[in-house]
């Protein structure tokens, strides 16, 4: 069958202030009828701008270069803008990652739905129109479509606004559907119920999709075939089931060791070493070369540029070495034992929350909220947005006033404390914020921003510049950063002084608010491995708040899973991941994607909806809304944390105790250590 | 919705309060009141003592707010002491000719400031939208009397072509009116224009960049209707805050303008007043021109919910 | 402060801003060695003469050389924009800066008192500050200067309250750090950026101001020469002197035409978060 979709020799560079930069090289793929496929890459690999290009979508500055870029057997390459408009939206369309900002504030969801086809169907009538927008936000589940059709996106919530964005893809019957990251912008529940959706409607209308996205666990879930993008080229394409026990590209297989999964637990992660090149061109021969640990130091390497190479069926690899890397015994995540967690349990306890709530006004974001952090544990919490999590950091820093509760750090109660006294206080507690872009400022140089901490707190000068060299050593960054501005660092390296910065006063409590989910997959691996390395140092507690399942499940002793500003379940890592007694922890697990394919299940359990606004919270148990156990004594009855299984295992549901009950919401098959 | 209307003019009567306290405040800062400027160059204590009673300038000064206040909260911004005209029918009777040349002014510099604006957003980069961008930079650094000056030079006094100045009014005149205010419309249509032209092609740019837009182009949309539909209505809000903003501005009365070409509007009448030190005129277009000025303001912000599907839709709701 | 210059002058149109203002500066600095007359030099016969070589720009009614008051008046403009500046922005940051930081009462206080100022039109403000303080250089700067306080007052709080939203603030608060330590080494350095472009572009507000309430005769009074009041006697003259009118204006343009590109070329720099509505009227 002829391609859908044939992109040939694509080749894109930017022209800035700076000069020509080259971001895309020399690539070339086919999509056909009814295929899924996947591109896989980190940021800057070229993976969004490769696809921007093929629906002709990119600015004027990108010199564009190829031999053909066919749709549906016509080659649009030299195509003017108006020719590209009857191709785009009719053959093929595409589902941006952003909800929030795809959709126009000031217009009706139903027009901007049925959009597509009034520009394509031109003389479409009005009544037509509103019946193809009724229609297709029914196929997307969108719940009573005749009255959200006449709402505005901002009545829509995260999830009803993708789905919405999928139905204005649809809308005008493309073959070919590109998506990108369409579920990175979305929590974990909402996340799994579009990645249900999208693979009903691909079988349905026999639909041909690319999903664009960082996310190995996604592509696990949803594609057949998958092309990985590193610096601008593609260095490997083949079906998904060979990809994760034999990848034939050492970034592949890099890629695959350094991520954490939920299914397992290890010591520490391959992370891969060094940055990606910034450009196409900036690393003469393999791009990839000086991260390969195939490569070591083989000429060939250094000096010449692998070209893709077909070596059986669909598949290909860029790496002078492929067979080599095919021979490979079975890429594994991480090396060495999982950290020993015994040491925690007899620490003292460092942080404790009694009781704890936090009201805006009518939105209630914290509900007696207990927990304890022992000196030399790590307390993991998990959550979707608008849980509460943030909140309980701020309130745990003492940066909020509880409304109620008790907050004591080393057994001092802070949260009634002021002025002098609490900033005092405050010291024993740092933390780690998710984007170092913004927790740093801007205007000052490393030295002064690992150094304000001490300088506060009144330490001798000479102390600070010994204290600062001993700060960049731990957390791996070279003395000559300490001139430069966080503007000229990576993310990455943002993040090691940030923690730096929270390390100076050796604090008792060290919060992580999302510290790695700015970074991409293989930096990631890097902070992981560093927390961990401090976890074995460091004499602190330490809070991690993550959305990551994997990484929760990689750094914490302990999890505290949290639903509308309530705990509703706790316990050790293991025996929460392994035998989870709460639906929504069960939710959590289960939308999670897999880690390989053959973790795809038929069956799965994902519960509908989002989570209720935090100034509305049901009546009893604050999950049964959209608990497929509810039962009435769910609305009547709060259920309170009882103790379960292993010792200090907690869960605040009716049917805790229930393990017959709880097997009917499957969840992913976990490996207990 | 009502709350935050509400609360917009709980705002701006504040701040008329303030004005009108500094307002009254001010005038009686001023060396020489009423009296010394009535009284002549030599006056006999006792005519001084007349006239301070007459105008009640003996009372303490909270006293004499309270009754200029009430006066001015009904209509009655007191008597001019040199014309001997009220206040009120003096700023009506100069305000019809200040709304018109302020109106001629905005639309002119509106349709400017769109064409200009949106010509240039849509060849970014390109020679036209550098010369047009160069062309707003220079209009907006020439100042607006001298310019008036120039035109008067080149049209007046030597192409003889419009009247220099004044304007008599239509009654009079009729149509042929109209001469009087092609160059004062003109002369004071020009920076803002230039400022609006500068506003529409950063907002359509800033519109151009959207997600939404993206996706719009992505659906096929193109051209007219992605304009229409995707990218004016929300380009919109921040241009009409300008024109309104600088519209409220213009009614201020423009003083320069006004001046130059003899215009018999506001501005001229209060910069006549302080001139002549007639207080009572000062006080009065003063406190008018902020009250027009706060007004038009509301207006705006209440407006914002007309174009904002979110505050529309909470009309009577909360927040 | 040199990294600054050098982007100007690598920037297409801030060279050329450079190159005006440098220019008038100048002129301004060693007004007495160019001028051909003394500014207030009077020549008997001479009055109301067009354009010659003893005279190039002419001469005013009272015999004066137009070319020297011109030069001469480059001295009251710049230094009552730049004076006016300095007052207005240190008067505003005080105010968006305590505003910001304190919140509560004083913000509120703060915040109604630059609506206000904003509510009157600039000049009729300038006029009515004149009308109490008298005419004079120093008057008329603090007039133009108060009349331009609000537009600082209202960036300096946006920027605080948009920084205070960043992570780096409470990370500073998390070390102990207090309020005044956070708003003097952080968010005051992270603001100076947007608070330049707003510098720039109010002296160019200011010198027009100048002029403007020259022209209206509430400027620096006679003999001293400024530009506005030369305009004024220009419009005055116009049919026996028509030439009069252009230079002065000229040279006005240039100071503005400078001023502004180099305003812009920092904004390409460093755009600040918020344009400030209105301006000069």
């Given at each position: 069958?002829?391609?859908l979709?044939?992109?040939?020799?694509?080749s894109?560079?930017?022209?800035?202030?700076?000069?020509?930069?080259?971001?895309?090289?020399?690539?070339?793929?086919?999509?056909?009828?009814?295929?899924?496929?996947?591109?896989?890459?980190?940021?800057?690999?070229?993976?969004?701008?490769?696809?921007?290009?093929?629906?002709?979508?990119?600015?004027?500055?990108?010199?564009?270069?190829?031999?053909?870029?066919?749709?549906?057997?016509?080659?649009?390459?030299?195509?003017?803008?108006r020719?590209?408009?009857?191709?785009?939206?009719?053959?093929?369309?595409?589902?941006?990652q952003?909800?929030?900002?795809?959709?126009?504030?000031?217009?009706?969801?139903?027009?901007?739905?049925?959009?597509s086809?009034?520009?394509?169907?031109?003389?479409?009538?009005?009544?037509?129109?509103?019946?193809?927008?009724?229609?297709?936000?029914?196929?997307?589940?969108?719940?009573?479509?005749?009255?959200?059709?006449?709402?505005y996106?901002?009545?829509?919530?995260g999830?009803m606004?993708?789905?919405?964005?999928?139905?204005?893809a649809?809308?005008?019957?493309?073959a070919?559907?590109?998506?990108?990251?369409?579920?990175?912008?979305l929590?974990?529940?909402?996340?799994?119920?579009?990645?249900?959706l999208?693979?009903?409607?691909?079988?349905?209308?026999?639909?041909a999709?690319v999903v664009?996205?960082h996310?190995l666990g996604?592509?696990?879930?949803?594609?057949?075939?998958?092309?990985?993008?590193y610096?601008?080229?593609?260095?490997?394409?083949t079906?998904?089931?060979?990809?994760?026990?034999?990848?034939?590209?050492?970034?592949?297989?890099?890629?695959?060791?350094?991520?954490?999964?939920?299914?397992e637990?290890?010591?520490?992660l391959n992370?891969?070493?060094?940055?990606?090149?910034?450009?196409?061109?900036?690393?003469?021969?393999?791009?990839?070369h000086?991260?390969?640990?195939?490569?070591?130091?083989?000429?060939?390497?250094?000096?010449?540029?692998?070209?893709?190479?077909r070596?059986?069926?669909g598949?290909?690899?860029?790496c002078?070495?492929?067979?080599?890397?095919?021979?490979?015994?079975?890429?594994?995540?991480?090396?060495?034992?999982?950290?020993?967690?015994?040491?925690a349990?007899?620490g003292?306890?460092?942080?404790?929350?009694?009781?704890?709530?936090?009201?805006?006004g009518?939105?209630?974001?914290?509900?007696g909220?207990?927990?304890a952090?022992?000196?030399?544990e790590?307390?993991?919490?998990?959550?979707?947005?608008g849980?509460?999590?943030s909140?309980?950091?701020r309130?745990?820093?003492g940066?909020?006033?509880?409304?109620?509760?008790?907050?004591?750090?080393?057994?001092?109660?802070i949260?009634?404390?002021?002025?002098?006294?609490?900033?005092?206080?405050?010291?024993?507690?740092?933390?780690?914020f998710?984007?170092?872009t913004?927790s740093?400022?801007r205007?000052?140089?490393i030295?002064?921003?690992i150094?304000?901490?001490?300088?506060?707190?009144?330490?001798?000068?000479a102390?600070?510049?010994?204290?600062?060299?001993?700060?960049?050593?731990?957390?791996?960054?070279?003395?000559?950063?300490?001139?430069?501005?966080?503007?000229?660092?990576?993310?990455?390296?943002?993040?090691?002084?940030?923690?730096?910065?929270?390390?100076?006063?050796?604090?008792?409590?060290i919060?992580f608010?999302?510290?790695t989910s700015?970074?991409?997959?293989s930096?990631?691996?890097?902070?992981?491995n560093?927390l961990?390395?401090?976890?074995q140092?460091?004499?602190?507690?330490y809070?991690?708040?993550?959305?990551?399942?994997?990484?929760?499940?990689?750094?914490?002793?302990?999890i505290?899973?949290?639903?509308?500003?309530?705990?509703?379940e706790?316990g050790?890592?293991?025996?929460?991941?392994?035998?989870?007694?709460?639906p929504?922890?069960?939710?959590?697990?289960?939308?999670?994607?897999?880690?390989?394919?053959?973790?795809?299940?038929?069956?799965?359990?994902?519960?509908?909806?989002?989570?209720?606004?935090?100034?509305?919270i049901?009546?009893?148990?604050?999950?049964?809304?959209?608990?497929?156990l509810?039962?009435?004594?769910?609305?009547?009855?709060?259920?309170?944390?009882?103790?379960?299984?292993?010792?200090?295992?907690?869960a605040?549901?009716?049917?805790?105790?229930?393990?017959?009950?709880?097997?009917?919401?499957?969840?992913?098959?976990?490996t207990?250590? | 919705?009502?709350r935050?209307?509400?609360?917009?003019?709980g705002?701006?009567a504040?701040?008329?309060f303030?004005?009108?306290?500094?307002?009254?405040?001010m005038?009686?800062?001023?060396?020489?009141?009423?009296?010394t400027?009535?009284?002549?160059t030599?006056p006999?204590?006792?005519v001084?003592?007349a006239?301070?009673?007459?105008?009640?300038?003996?009372?303490?000064?909270p006293?004499?707010?309270a009754?200029?206040a009430?006066?001015?909260?009904?209509?009655?911004?007191?008597?001019?002491?040199?014309?001997?005209?009220?206040v009120?029918?003096?700023?009506?009777?100069?305000?019809g000719?200040?709304?018109?040349?302020?109106?001629a002014?905005?639309?002119?510099?509106?349709?400017?400031?769109?064409?200009?604006?949106?010509?240039?957003?849509?060849?970014?980069?390109?020679?036209?939208?550098?010369?047009?961008?160069?062309?707003n930079?220079?209009?907006?650094?020439?100042?607006?009397?001298?310019f008036?000056?120039?035109?008067?030079?080149?049209f007046?006094?030597?192409?003889?072509?419009?009247?220099?100045?004044?304007?008599r009014?239509?009654?009079?005149?009729g149509l042929s009116?109209?001469?009087?205010l092609?160059?004062?419309?003109?002369?004071?249509?020009?920076d803002?224009?230039?400022?609006?032209?500068?506003?529409?092609?950063?907002?359509?740019?800033?519109?151009?960049s959207?997600?939404?837009?993206?996706?719009?182009?992505?659906?096929?949309?193109?051209g007219?209707?992605l304009?229409?539909?995707?990218?004016?209505?929300?380009?919109?809000?921040?241009?009409?805050?300008?024109?309104?903003l600088?519209?409220?501005?213009?009614?201020?009365?423009?003083?320069?303008?006004?001046?130059?070409?003899?215009?018999?509007g506001l501005?001229?009448?209060?910069v006549?007043?302080?001139?002549?030190?007639?207080?009572?005129?000062?006080?009065?277009?003063?406190l008018?021109?902020?009250?027009v000025?706060?007004?038009?303001?509301?207006?705006?912000?209440?407006?914002?919910?007309?174009?904002?599907?979110?505050?529309r839709?909470?009309?009577?709701?909360?927040? | 402060?040199r990294?600054?210059?050098?982007?100007?002058?690598?920037?297409?149109?801030?060279?050329?801003g450079?190159?005006?203002v440098?220019?008038?500066?100048?002129?301004a600095?060693?007004?007495?060695?160019?001028?051909?007359?003394?500014p207030?030099?009077?020549?008997?016969?001479?009055?109301l003469?067009?354009?010659?070589?003893?005279?190039?720009?002419?001469?005013?009614?009272?015999?004066?050389?137009?070319?020297?008051r011109?030069?001469?008046?480059?001295?009251?403009?710049?230094?009552?924009?730049?004076?006016?500046?300095?007052?207005?922005?240190?008067?505003?940051?005080?105010?968006?800066?305590?505003?910001?930081?304190?919140?509560?009462?004083?913000?509120?206080?703060?915040?109604?008192?630059?609506?206000?100022?904003?509510?009157?039109?600039?000049?009729?403000l300038?006029?009515?500050?004149?009308?109490?303080?008298?005419?004079g250089?120093?008057?008329?700067?603090?007039?133009?200067a108060?009349?331009?306080?609000?537009?600082?007052?209202?960036?300096?709080?946006?920027?605080?309250?948009?920084?205070?939203?960043?992570e780096?603030?409470e990370?500073?608060?998390?070390?102990?750090a207090?309020?005044l330590r956070?708003m003097?080494?952080?968010?005051l350095?992270?603001?100076?950026?947007?608070?330049i472009v707003?510098?720039s572009?109010?002296?160019?507000?200011a010198i027009l101001?100048?002029?403007?309430?020259?022209?209206?005769?509430?400027g620096?009074?006679?003999?001293?020469p400024?530009?506005?009041?030369?305009?004024?006697?220009?419009?005055?003259?116009i049919?026996?002197i028509?030439?009069?009118?252009?230079?002065?204006g000229?040279?006005l343009?240039?100071?503005?035409?400078?001023?502004?590109?180099?305003?812009?070329?920092?904004?390409?720099?460093i755009?600040?978060?918020?344009?400030t509505?209105?301006?000069?009227?």
């Amino acid at each position: 069958m002829a391609p859908l979709l044939e992109v040939k020799n694509l080749s894109i560079a930017f022209r800035s202030f700076r000069g020509v930069r080259r971001v895309v090289d020399g690539v070339s793929f086919a999509i056909a009828p009814g295929e899924q496929v996947g591109v896989v890459g980190e940021s800057g690999s070229g993976k969004s701008v490769t696809m921007l290009a093929a629906m002709g979508l990119l600015p004027g500055s990108a010199i564009i270069e190829s031999d053909g870029i066919v749709i549906n057997g016509r080659d649009l390459s030299k195509a003017s803008d108006r020719q590209w408009s009857a191709v785009r939206g009719d053959d093929i369309s595409m589902v941006f990652q952003n909800p929030m900002t795809s959709l126009n504030p000031s217009m009706r969801i139903g027009p901007q739905v049925s959009e597509s086809v009034a520009v394509h169907r031109r003389g479409t009538s009005a009544a037509e129109l509103r019946k193809v927008a009724r229609e297709m936000l029914r196929e997307v589940a969108v719940p009573n479509p005749d009255l959200r059709a006449t709402q505005y996106p901002y009545e829509f919530s995260g999830g009803m606004r993708q789905r919405a964005v999928i139905a204005m893809a649809l809308a005008g019957e493309p073959a070919i559907v590109v998506a990108d990251e369409p579920t990175t912008a979305l929590d974990v529940t909402v996340q799994a119920q579009i990645v249900g959706l999208m693979e009903d409607l691909t079988q349905k209308r026999n639909l041909a999709s690319v999903v664009i996205t960082h996310d190995l666990g996604l592509v696990a879930e949803m594609v057949e075939r998958v092309i990985i993008m590193y610096a601008g080229r593609i260095v490997e394409e083949t079906p998904v089931g060979p990809l994760f026990d034999r990848p034939a590209h050492p970034y592949t297989r890099a890629l695959l060791e350094s991520r954490p999964v939920t299914t397992e637990r290890h010591g520490r992660l391959n992370a891969i070493p060094g940055l990606p090149p910034t450009s196409a061109d900036a690393v003469p021969g393999c791009p990839f070369h000086p991260r390969c640990t195939f490569a070591r130091d083989r000429e060939i390497c250094r000096t010449e540029r692998p070209p893709l190479t077909r070596f059986a069926d669909g598949r290909a690899s860029a790496c002078h070495f492929y067979e080599e890397v095919l021979a490979a015994e079975e890429p594994r995540t991480g090396t060495g034992q999982a950290a020993p967690t015994a040491a925690a349990a007899d620490g003292e306890v460092v942080l404790e929350l009694e009781d704890v709530s936090k009201h805006f006004g009518k939105v209630k974001a914290l509900n007696g909220v207990s927990l304890a952090i022992r000196r030399g544990e790590t307390l993991g919490i998990a959550g979707e947005s608008g849980c509460g999590k943030s909140t309980m950091a701020r309130i745990a820093m003492g940066l909020l006033k509880p409304t109620a509760g008790q907050v004591r750090v080393n057994g001092r109660d802070i949260s009634q404390l002021r002025g002098r006294a609490l900033r005092e206080a405050r010291r024993d507690i740092q933390m780690v914020f998710q984007d170092p872009t913004s927790s740093l400022d801007r205007r000052m140089r490393i030295r002064s921003i690992i150094a304000e901490p001490m300088v506060i707190a009144g330490m001798k000068r000479a102390a600070i510049a010994a204290r600062i060299e001993a700060l960049m050593e731990a957390v791996g960054l070279a003395p000559h950063y300490l001139a430069a501005y966080p503007s000229e660092l990576s993310g990455g390296q943002r993040q090691r002084v940030a923690i730096a910065r929270a390390l100076a006063l050796e604090p008792d409590v060290i919060v992580f608010d999302e510290p790695t989910s700015a970074l991409d997959v293989s930096i990631q691996a890097q902070i992981v491995n560093l927390l961990d390395d401090l976890r074995q140092s460091a004499n602190a507690g330490y809070a991690f708040i993550a959305h990551d399942l994997g990484v929760l499940r990689h750094v914490s002793d302990a999890i505290a899973v949290m639903y509308l500003g309530r705990i509703v379940e706790t316990g050790p890592t293991d025996a929460l991941f392994c035998d989870p007694r709460h639906p929504y922890t069960r939710a959590l697990l289960a939308s999670a994607p897999v880690d390989h394919p053959k973790h795809r299940r038929q069956e799965k359990f994902v519960v509908e909806g989002s989570p209720p606004d935090p100034a509305n919270i049901p009546s009893g148990c604050c999950f049964r809304n959209r608990c497929p156990l509810a039962r009435d004594i769910c609305a009547s009855e709060e259920p309170p944390l009882i103790e379960v299984g292993a010792a200090g295992h907690r869960a605040a549901c009716h049917f805790a105790a229930d393990t017959a009950l709880l097997a009917t919401l499957p969840t992913l098959t976990i490996t207990e250590q | 919705m009502l709350r935050y209307v509400l609360r917009r003019i709980g705002q701006a009567a504040v701040v008329i309060f303030i004005v009108s306290v500094v307002v009254f405040m001010m005038v009686h800062m001023v060396p020489g009141n009423v009296v010394t400027v009535l009284a002549g160059t030599d006056p006999t204590p006792e005519v001084v003592e007349a006239l301070t009673k007459r105008f009640g300038l003996d009372q303490p000064l909270p006293v004499q707010y309270a009754k200029w206040a009430a006066g001015a909260i009904q209509g009655d911004l007191g008597t001019s002491p040199i014309s001997g005209r009220k206040v009120s029918e003096l700023i009506a009777s100069r305000m019809g000719n200040t709304l018109l040349l302020a109106g001629a002014a905005i639309v002119l510099a509106a349709v400017f400031g769109i064409v200009v604006g949106v010509v240039a957003a849509l060849r970014r980069g390109g020679w036209i939208d550098t010369a047009l961008t160069g062309l707003n930079a220079t209009i907006l650094s020439i100042p607006n009397f001298w310019f008036g000056i120039i035109m008067i030079l080149v049209f007046s006094v030597w192409l003889r072509l419009l009247p220099s100045g004044g304007f008599r009014g239509f009654e009079r005149e009729g149509l042929s009116a109209l001469r009087y205010l092609v160059m004062p419309a003109i002369a004071l249509s020009m920076d803002s224009g230039a400022m609006i032209a500068r506003l529409v092609r950063a907002s359509v740019l800033d519109e151009l960049s959207r997600d939404y837009v993206t996706v719009a182009r992505a659906k096929g949309v193109r051209g007219a209707w992605l304009m229409r539909k995707h990218i004016a209505r929300n380009a919109a809000i921040p241009v009409l805050t300008v024109l309104g903003l600088r519209f409220g501005q213009m009614l201020g009365g423009a003083v320069l303008i006004e001046s130059v070409f003899n215009w018999p509007g506001l501005g001229r009448l209060t910069v006549e007043a302080i001139e002549t030190r007639d207080v009572v005129v000062v006080q009065g277009a003063l406190l008018y021109f902020v009250a027009v000025y706060m007004l038009i303001n509301l207006l705006i912000d209440i407006s914002y919910g007309w174009f904002n599907p979110r505050v529309r839709a909470s009309v009577g709701g909360g927040e | 402060m040199r990294e600054t210059l050098a982007y100007l002058w690598h920037h297409r149109t801030g060279r050329i801003g450079v190159c005006l203002v440098s220019f008038m500066v100048l002129v301004a600095i060693f007004a007495p060695v160019i001028a051909p007359y003394g500014p207030n030099e009077q020549i008997r016969g001479a009055e109301l003469m067009g354009m010659s070589w003893e005279h190039p720009f002419g001469t005013d009614f009272l015999g004066r050389d137009i070319l020297s008051r011109t030069i001469f008046a480059s001295r009251i403009s710049l230094t009552a924009g730049a004076l006016a500046v300095v007052l207005g922005a240190v008067l505003g940051i005080a105010m968006g800066l305590s505003a910001g930081s304190l919140g509560g009462w004083t913000e509120t206080v703060m915040m109604r008192a630059s609506d206000s100022i904003m509510a009157f039109p600039a000049i009729l403000l300038g006029a009515a500050v004149v009308a109490i303080l008298g005419p004079g250089f120093v008057q008329v700067a603090i007039a133009i200067a108060i009349a331009q306080s609000p537009l600082f007052a209202r960036l300096t709080r946006a920027i605080a309250l948009s920084e205070a939203r960043l992570e780096y603030v409470e990370a500073a608060e998390s070390m102990g750090a207090t309020k005044l330590r956070i708003m003097l080494f952080h968010i005051l350095p992270n603001s100076a950026g947007p608070l330049i472009v707003q510098a720039s572009l109010s002296v160019g507000i200011a010198i027009l101001l100048e002029s403007g309430l020259s022209f209206l005769g509430l400027g620096v009074q006679p003999p001293t020469p400024s530009w506005g009041q030369m305009l004024a006697d220009a419009l005055r003259f116009i049919d026996f002197i028509p030439s009069y009118a252009i230079f002065p204006g000229i040279a006005l343009t240039i100071v503005l035409v400078g001023v502004n590109f180099i305003a812009d070329a920092l904004r390409d720099k460093i755009d600040p978060q918020s344009v400030t509505k209105g301006g000069s009227n």
